[in-house]
Nanobody
Framework: QVQLVESGGGLVQAGGSLRLSCAAS????????LGWFRQAPGKEREFVAA????????FYADSVKGRFTISRDNAKNTVYLQMNSLRPEDTAVYIC?????????????????WGQGTRVTVSS
C-alpha cells in the first residue's frame, strides 16, 4: 500500500509559479512510475505529466508543455511538479498518482494509488 500526500498548492496570479510536492509513505516508490493529474470544477480528471521510475522519461499534456516540469527524488520518496507561467485555466485540484509499473503513461486507468490533491487557483 502506498499513501500519497500532496502539498504546495495555493493562490497565485497569472504568470506566476508554484512547485507542488507529493510525498509517499508506506513503501518506497523507486520502482514505480508517477504522474500528476488535475481536476477542475465540473470537469473530468485529466492528465498533466508523468515520469518513469528512473526519471529518464517524461510526458506532458500539450496544454502544459514548456511551462510545467515533473521531477522525482527517489531518496526522498517525493515527486515534484514545477509550474511556471501559470494561467487561469490551470486552476484545479492537482493530484499525484503512482502505478505498479516502471513505465510512465498518460492513462489515468493505469495508476493504482492516488493522493487527495492540492488546490491551485490562478487569478487573472
Amino acid at each position: 500500500q502506498v499513501q500519497l500526500v500532496e502539498s504546495g498548492g495555493g493562490l497565485v496570479q497569472a504568470g506566476g509559479s508554484l512547485r507542488l510536492s507529493c510525498a509517499a509513505s508506506g513503501r518506497t516508490f523507486s520502482g514505480n512510475a508517477l504522474g500528476w493529474f488535475r481536476q477542475a470544477p465540473g470537469k473530468e480528471r485529466e492528465f498533466v505529466a508523468a515520469i518513469s521510475w528512473s526519471g529518464g522519461t517524461t510526458f506532458y499534456a500539450d496544454s502544459v508543455k514548456g511551462r510545467f516540469t515533473i521531477s522525482r527524488d527517489n531518496a526522498k520518496n517525493t515527486v515534484y511538479l514545477q509550474m511556471n507561467s501559470l494561467r487561469p485555466e490551470d486552476t484545479a485540484v492537482y493530484i499525484c498518482a503512482a502505478r505498479v509499473g516502471t513505465f510512465a503513461t498518460k492513462s489515468l486507468g493505469a495508476y493504482d494509488y492516488w493522493g487527495q490533491g492540492t488546490r491551485v487557483t490562478v487569478s487573472s
